[in-house]
């Protein structure tokens, strides 16, 4: 069985402000009873938060058999990270200024130099001659870039208000990856 996981990202939050953003988020959770306290091994090459009692109140869904896997954690990020969706493929890589698809184009590079701090990340439309730094490009499927997320590992389906109850925690917009390994 594969698993399934959804990163939401907040891509406006700065290096400086990721820690205490987490202590926050980590607070909601907690207080709420959606994650438990202790970190454990629930999480692929991390620790991570297992589900607590509440945890079904944000879902619409949950996967069937659940509580038998292994992996059912929630993973905590605060520290510089492109969220994709597991090497699933891309369909497009949209410039932000004309729309125009690069993904033949050469923007893998910049990705690197974003992620690693080495260079400019910025990407040269092949249409229109813009540009932008490889963060501001529409990536379909969804692909996040920020300092602060939160991967849920095979939780299910969300309900929608969940997303605004953690965007009025965090107080920035906050953009969802689906990812499956």
Same mark, same amino acid.
């Given at each position: 069985?594969?698993?399934?996981?959804?990163?939401?990202?907040?891509?406006?939050?700065?290096?400086?402000?990721? &820690?205490?953003?987490?202590?926050?988020?980590?607070?909601?959770?907690?207080?709420?009873?959606?994650? &438990?306290?202790?970190? %454990?091994?629930?999480?692929? =090459? %991390?620790?991570?938060?297992?589900?607590?009692?509440?945890? =079904?109140?944000?879902? !619409?869904?949950?996967?069937? @058999?659940?509580?038998? /896997?292994? $992996?059912?954690?929630?993973?905590?990020?605060?520290?510089?990270?492109?969220?994709? #969706?597991?090497? #699933?493929?891309?369909? &497009?890589?949209?410039?932000?200024?004309? @729309?125009? #698809?690069?993904? !033949?184009?050469?923007?893998?590079?910049?990705?690197?130099?974003?992620? $690693?701090?080495?260079?400019?990340? /910025?990407?040269?439309?092949?249409?229109?001659?813009?540009?932008?730094?490889? $963060?501001?490009?529409?990536?379909?499927?969804?692909?996040?870039? @920020?300092?602060? =997320?939160?991967?849920?590992?095979?939780? @299910?389906?969300?309900? %929608?208000?969940?997303?605004?109850?953690?965007?009025?925690?965090?107080?920035?917009?906050?953009?969802?990856?689906? =990812?499956?390994?």
């Amino acid at each position: 069985m594969s698993d399934h996981y959804i990163s939401i990202v907040s891509e406006k939050t700065n290096p400086t402000d990721a &820690q205490e953003l987490a202590k926050r988020i980590f607070s909601y959770l907690t207080e709420k009873k959606i994650i &438990q306290k202790e970190l %454990s091994d629930c999480v692929l =090459g %991390s620790t991570g938060h297992r589900p607590a009692e509440n945890f =079904g109140a944000i879902l !619409e869904k949950q996967n069937e @058999g659940f509580w038998d /896997l292994k $992996t059912n954690g929630v993973e905590i990020i605060t520290e510089r990270t492109v969220f994709e #969706n597991g090497g #699933n493929g891309l369909e &497009q890589v949209k410039c932000p200024n004309c @729309g125009q #698809n690069q993904i !033949e184009e050469n923007w893998e590079n910049s990705l690197d130099h974003w992620y $690693t701090k080495s260079d400019s990340d /910025l990407v040269k439309c092949s249409n229109c001659s813009s540009k932008n730094s490889i $963060t501001k490009f529409d990536f379909k499927p969804n692909w996040g870039f @920020g300092n602060f =997320g939160l991967i849920f590992w095979n939780w @299910g389906k969300f309900k %929608s208000h969940f997303f605004t109850d953690l965007e009025k925690v965090i107080g920035t917009e906050l953009k969802v990856v689906y =990812g499956k390994l």
